[in-house]
């Protein structure tokens, strides 16, 4: 699927309906799928290595949440990335994918193969995320190493 043709998802909900009880969806920081599936791997900033697939963070339920809600846990993982298109680029988006795991990268994130696009994630439903995870109790923060070094 290209970029032009792909859907986008208009609010949270309708993300937490797709992730439901799967562990093989994941959301992707970047310009999209496009330039991502044409070089199929990512690139370790620090180090400049190659690394051996896409990659992405996982949005897929784990057990110890137990019975919290699905929703809270997907905005914590589009939370923490949200500060990526003012750090890195501003023409990064975050678009969820279907993923195989092939491994972890240096950050320990997941990386993926066998990538399937399936949506766009929309600004409405980073700020409903955002909105969401910054009501609940104690100190969250996104994993901005800019923010915590000044």
Known sequence: MSTASMPSFTNLDDLVRLVDDRRDIYVRWSRGPDPDLRSASSTDDLTGVRLPGLSASALG???????????????????????LPRLKDPLTRPWALRGREVGRGPDN???????????WIG????????????????????????????
């Open 61 to 83: 339920v784990e057990d110890w949440w137990e019975e919290r809600p699905a929703r809270l846990w997907i905005a914590r993982r589009l939370y923490d990335y949200c500060h």
């Open 109 to 119: 994130e997941p990386l993926v193969v066998d990538v399937e696009p399936l949506a």
């Open 123 to 150: 600004d409405d439903v980073i700020t409903e995320a955002v909105d969401l995870v910054e009501r609940q109790p104690g100190p969250w923060g996104t994993l901005d190493r800019h923010r915590m070094r000044q």
